[in-house]
Each structure stands twice: as structure tokens, then as C-alpha cells.
Nanobody
Framework: QMQLVESGGGLVQAGGSLRLSCAASGRTFSMYAMGWFRQAPGKEREFVAGISWSGRNTYYADSVKGRFTISRDNAKNTGYLQMNSLKPEDTAVYYC???????????????????WGQGTQVTVSS
């Protein structure tokens, strides 16, 4: 079983930045694609960004493209989500997730992911 632990959430003003981290253990992190998802109150969980096992392929939701950057450091078993130019509508609980990656691809569908972290709250004030 893979364990994922998110950190780096918090309260920030609109226009500010945060960097989320996702520390993985229990499995070989470099064999897994990683995704970031978020869920706001009363809304469904939505895809934010994904990165393939190699880091060569990255994917973003249209709502965050150009503002958020996903990355990973396989040597440190850690993934990251750099969030810039934050908006109040980015307020949500952010989750990282992982799925075994055989094709250097990260899916956008939440149901495709096998392992999930507990989430970290991001609140953006206006």
C-alpha cells in the first residue's frame, strides 16, 4: 500500500502563492503517475493537474493552466504543486493521488487513481 501525505496548504490572499507537497512512501514512487485534485464544499472532486512517472508529461485543468505547475522529485519520493496568482475560487481541499504508470501518462479521471492522501486545505481570501 502506498501512503501519500500532503502538506503546504493554508490561508493566502488573492494573488498570492502556495506550494503543496505530496510525500509518498510504501511503494516505488517513480513507478507511479501522480495527480492533484481538489474539492470545494458542495462540489464534486475535480482534476487539477497530473504528471507522468518520468515527469516528461504534464496535464492541467483549463482553470489553472498558466498559474499552477506540477512537478516531482523521484529521488525524494515527493510531488509538488506550485500555485501562483491564486483566486478565491481556488479555495478547496487539495488531494494528491497516485496510480501505477505503464505508459508515461497521468489520467484526469479520479476513479483511475489507486492511492489517495488525506488532503490539505487551501483557502484564498479576496
Amino acid at each position: 500500500q502506498m501512503q501519500l501525505v500532503e502538506s503546504g496548504g493554508g490561508l493566502v490572499q488573492a494573488g498570492g502563492s502556495l506550494r503543496l507537497s505530496c510525500a509518498a512512501s510504501g511503494r516505488t514512487f517513480s513507478m507511479y503517475a501522480m495527480g492533484w485534485f481538489r474539492q470545494a464544499p458542495g462540489k464534486e472532486r475535480e482534476f487539477v493537474a497530473g504528471i507522468s512517472w518520468s515527469g516528461r508529461n504534464t496535464y492541467y485543468a483549463d482553470s489553472v493552466k498558466g498559474r499552477f505547475t506540477i512537478s516531482r522529485d523521484n529521488a525524494k519520493n515527493t510531488g509538488y504543486l506550485q500555485m501562483n496568482s491564486l483566486k478565491p475560487e481556488d479555495t478547496a481541499v487539495y488531494y494528491c493521488a497516485a496510480v501505477r504508470d505503464y505508459t508515461d501518462y497521468a489520467p484526469r479521471r479520479a476513479g483511475a487513481y489507486e492511492h489517495w492522501g488525506q488532503g490539505t486545505q487551501v483557502t484564498v481570501s479576496s
